[in-house]
């Protein structure tokens, strides 16, 4: 069964798990020869990354490269490559992480809750068969955390409010595509989660390893500042939704 999808991975520094990663994203593409997946890179990469972007798109034509140097964050570079993809005619649009963290084989299952109607899918780490391994106290923490926190103040009932890997059909993904999201950071994929409550949505359950120890001082007060600009609004009656 062909299904038209796209892929939207941000790299930044990543040279370190690329040739395993991509390795297996690709083997995980090929039973789908619609599919493509939008690499998406800036100036941000001191290593090697663009090299090894460069010569793996050259091999395998259904890796595109997305060079956007005006990207300021990794928000900008999530929605530069869901921009491109929505330029190709695509059905749905997957995100992932492009660091290993998130695990290729768990595409089909996102692919079935399209097909039974979902408009948007999660990723979630807490919910059964899901997991979140090698990872940091600190990063569940936040993890856990950011979930209980965001569902306290935002009303919303997800297992999950901020893992990364998730998908969206195209009309969907053109709502926020174009709406001017307030987090710069971590908090993005909850935001998101938040503005798209009102659609039809189901969580799947996902495995996530090694991600970075820790989260940036900068990235903590967006999302603080972002989980609380939705609470004022929703506090005072304005809730605000897609
Ligand atoms: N193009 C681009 N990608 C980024 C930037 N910051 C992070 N990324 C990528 O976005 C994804 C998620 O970021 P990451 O820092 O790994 O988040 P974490 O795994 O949750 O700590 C990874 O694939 C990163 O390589 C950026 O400024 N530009
Ligand atoms: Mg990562």
């Given at each position: 069964?062909?299904?038209?999808?796209?892929?939207?991975?941000?790299?930044?520094?990543?040279?370190?798990?690329?040739?395993?990663?991509?390795?297996?994203?690709?083997?995980?593409?090929?039973?789908?020869?619609?599919?493509?997946?939008?690499?998406?890179?800036?100036?941000?990469?001191?290593d090697?990354?663009?090299?090894?972007?460069?010569?793996?798109?050259?091999?395998?034509p259904?890796?595109?490269?997305?060079?956007?140097?005006?990207?300021?964050?990794?928000?900008?570079?999530?929605?530069?490559?869901?921009?491109?993809?929505?330029?190709?005619?695509?059905?749905?649009?997957?995100?992932?992480?492009?660091?290993?963290?998130?695990?290729?084989?768990?595409?089909?299952?996102?692919?079935?809750?399209?097909?039974?109607?979902?408009?948007?899918?999660?990723?979630?780490?807490?919910?059964?068969?899901?997991?979140?391994?090698?990872?940091?106290?600190?990063?569940?923490?936040?993890?856990?955390?950011?979930?209980?926190?965001?569902?306290?103040?935002?009303?919303?009932?997800?297992?999950?409010?901020?893992?990364?890997?998730?998908?969206?059909?195209?009309?969907?993904?053109?709502?926020?595509?174009?709406?001017?999201?307030?987090?710069?950071?971590?908090?993005?994929?909850?935001?998101?989660?938040?503005?798209l409550?009102?659609?039809?949505?189901?969580?799947?359950?996902?495995?996530?390893?090694?991600?970075?120890?820790?989260v940036?001082?900068?990235?903590?007060?967006?999302?603080?500042?972002?989980?609380w600009?939705?609470?004022?609004?929703r506090?005072?009656?304005?809730?605000?939704?897609?």
């Amino acid at each position: 069964m062909n299904m038209n999808f796209a892929l939207v991975l941000p790299l930044a520094n990543e040279e370190n798990d690329f040739q395993p990663f991509f390795g297996h994203l690709a083997a995980a593409l090929k039973p789908y020869p619609d599919a493509r997946a939008y690499l998406v890179l800036d100036d941000v990469s001191k290593d090697r990354t663009m090299e090894l972007c460069r010569e793996f798109t050259a091999q395998n034509p259904q890796f595109i490269i997305v060079f956007e140097p005006a990207n300021r964050n990794v928000v900008d570079a999530y929605l530069r490559g869901y921009r491109e993809a929505l330029l190709h005619g695509h059905d749905y649009i997957i995100e992932m992480d492009a660091g290993y963290s998130h695990d290729p084989a768990a595409i089909p299952q996102f692919l079935a809750a399209f097909e039974q109607g979902f408009t948007c899918v999660f990723g979630s780490r807490f919910i059964a068969g899901g997991s979140m391994e090698d990872a940091s106290l600190k990063r569940r923490f936040f993890s856990r955390g950011g979930t209980l926190l965001a569902n306290l103040l935002l009303g919303t009932s997800l297992k999950d409010m901020t893992s990364g890997y998730q998908g969206f059909t195209t009309e969907i993904a053109a709502k926020f595509a174009s709406y001017p999201l307030r987090s710069t950071a971590h908090f993005y994929q909850t935001e998101l989660r938040y503005l798209l409550r009102n659609y039809k949505y189901r969580e799947i359950p996902i495995h996530y390893k090694t991600p970075s120890p820790s989260v940036r001082a900068g990235a903590v007060m967006n999302s603080l500042e972002t989980l609380w600009y939705y609470f004022v609004k929703r506090a005072t009656g304005n809730s605000i939704s897609l």
